[in-house]
T-cell receptor, first 117, second 113 residues
Framework: GAVVSQHPSWVICKSGTSVKIECRSLDFQATTMFWYRQFPKQSLMLMATSNEGSKATYEQGVEKDKFLINHASLTLSTLTVTSAHPEDSSFYIC?????????????FGEGSRLTVL | AQSVTQPDIHITVSEGASLELRCNYS??????LFWYVQSPGQGLQLLLKYFSGDTLVQGIKGFEAEFKRSQSSFNLRKPSVHWSDAAEYFCAVGDKRYSTLTFGKGTMLLVSP
């Protein structure tokens, strides 16, 4: 089946620094990718929809200047957490849809755990 | 707006016993329904999905779910639970095939020996 890969799996950074998380579709092209955030013992909350070649669409309450999303190619979307603070510590998960495969299935990455000290 | 309710935060089942995880959704039209499983520190794996047709859906790892429109439910079942099934299970609803999903808060399944 289709595979979505995230990198890094774990990242620890100092407060005030920026961190980039990559989401790649390994064997299919994804015109749209989705970024979710998951707090401990909570559900996934959609942060933004990333569209290849255009600006991302952010959910209400998500700061677009803090969470920069770039979808420069059909297989790669990046999420950059700028000027990270401890409250940004979370599990970030991306997903992509294999539209060409016509399965209607969203494939999820393994997630990236961010810890801001 | 669509929403998903998973009323059970935790469930403990003995190994070999049957399992049913509850999921209720709120959506005006015919929903696209999903069950995902998440092991600790891992991403989500799709167990099964319902788009249309037969309301009893078979998934991977011996799981099945039944869509009941009258009850707005999509409960997940497994006849005999294995210790490796211990994980968190999320029910999700979407309004079309390639749309974003709204997730429930999850049910943590614990399997006792």
């Amino acid at each position: 089946g289709a595979v979505v890969s995230q990198h890094p799996s774990w990242v620890i950074c100092k407060s005030g620094t920026s961190v980039k998380i990559e989401c790649r579709s390994l064997d299919f092209q994804a015109t749209t990718m989705f970024w979710y955030r998951q707090f401990p013992k909570q559900s996934l909350m959609l942060m933004a929809t990333s569209n290849e070649g255009s600006k991302a669409t952010y959910e209400q309450g998500v700061e677009k200047d803090k969470f920069l999303i770039n979808h420069a190619s059909l297989t790669l979307s990046t999420l950059t957490v700028t000027s990270a603070h401890p409250e940004d510590s979370s599990f970030y998960i991306c997903s992509a849809s294999d539209v060409g495969g016509n399965t209607g299935e969203l494939f999820f990455g393994e997630g990236s755990r961010l810890t801001v000290l | 707006a669509q929403s998903v309710t998973q009323p059970d935060i935790h469930i403990t089942v003995s190994e070999g016993a049957s399992l049913e995880l509850r999921c209720n959704y709120s959506y005006g039209a015919t929903p696209y329904l999903f069950w995902y499983v998440q092991s600790p520190g891992q991403g989500l794996q799709l167990l099964l999905k319902y788009f249309s047709g037969d309301t009893l859906v078979q998934g991977i790892k011996g799981f099945e779910a039944e869509f009941k429109r009258s009850q707005s439910s999509f409960n997940l079942r497994k006849p005999s639970v294995h210790w490796s099934d211990a994980a968190e299970y999320f029910c999700a609803v979407g309004d079309k095939r390639y749309s974003t999903l709204t997730f429930g808060k999850g049910t943590m399944l614990l399997v006792s020996p």
